[in-house]
């Protein structure tokens, strides 16, 4: 089945400066990429995704790019801010007509320091 | 429109005993997905829900089943619970039709 790995397992940065996860996955044949912030104590939240027929996608301070050949995507923030700091998960899945399921990448705990 | 909801948001129990965990979807959302998060596995498929039937299942024991009701709402249970089945429960909608999954606040259950 799927894999999904996301580094690193923790990154800590300054206020203002941009913040890089990346993830690989196992499955050529998989092509929707999520990515979710968790906060403490609450939900996963869909901050970005992206299609494998799409190669960049951007959402104000947030981007996510894939490499399909490579088979990785990274999410990039840029203008980090103090509320950025969560912890961030990438996944994965293969879009059919039986449906479809999350593959989870372990997150990413993303700490923006003032 | 009115987010995931999940009821009840804790629970313990202990050893043996089993567990319902509910899931109400989205509204107009057909498609309900189950999944374990703990701090060791991390976030783990259980099984999603389409039209009342599973179509797709996670790699977990049979002692984890679920439902899913003509109103979309859905259920999981636990039975014969093991202290490794403490965990945050999220549930998951989407349209069905679309691969967007909003997830729901989730059911703390500890198991003593």
């Known amino acids: 089945g799927e894999n999904v790995e996301q580094h690193p397992s923790t990154l800590s940065v300054q206020e203002g400066d941009s913040a890089v996860i990346k993830c690989t996955y196992s499955?050529?044949?998989?092509?929707?990429f999520p990515w979710y912030k968790q906060e403490l104590g609450k939900r996963p939240q869909l901050i970005i995704d992206i299609r494998s027929n799409v190669g960049e996608k951007k959402d104000q301070r947030i981007a996510v790019t894939l490499n399909k050949t490579a088979k990785h995507f990274s999410l990039h923030i840029t203008e980090t801010q103090p509320e950025d700091s969560a912890v961030y998960f990438c996944?994965?899945?293969?879009?059919?007509?039986?449906?479809?399921?999350?593959?989870f990448g372990g997150g990413t705990r993303v700490l923006v320091k003032p | 429109k009115a987010g995931v909801t999940q009821t009840p948001r804790y629970l313990i129990k202990t050893r043996g005993q089993q567990v319902t965990l509910s899931c109400s979807p989205i509204s107009g959302h057909r498609s309900v997905s189950w999944y374990q998060q703990t701090p060791g596995q991390g976030l783990q498929f259980l099984f999603e829900y389409f039209s009342e039937t599973q179509r797709n299942k996670g790699n977990f024991p049979g002692r984890f089943s679920g439902r899913q009701f003509s109103n979309s709402r859905s259920e999981m249970n636990v039975s014969t619970l093991e202290l490794g089945d403490s965990a945050l429960y999220l549930c998951a909608s989407s349209s069905g039709l679309s691969d967007t999954q909003y997830f729901g606040p989730g059911t703390r259950l500890t198991v003593l």
């Open positions: 499955d050529s044949a998989s092509n929707y």
């Open positions: 996944a994965a899945s293969i879009r059919k007509a039986a449906g479809n399921k999350l593959t």
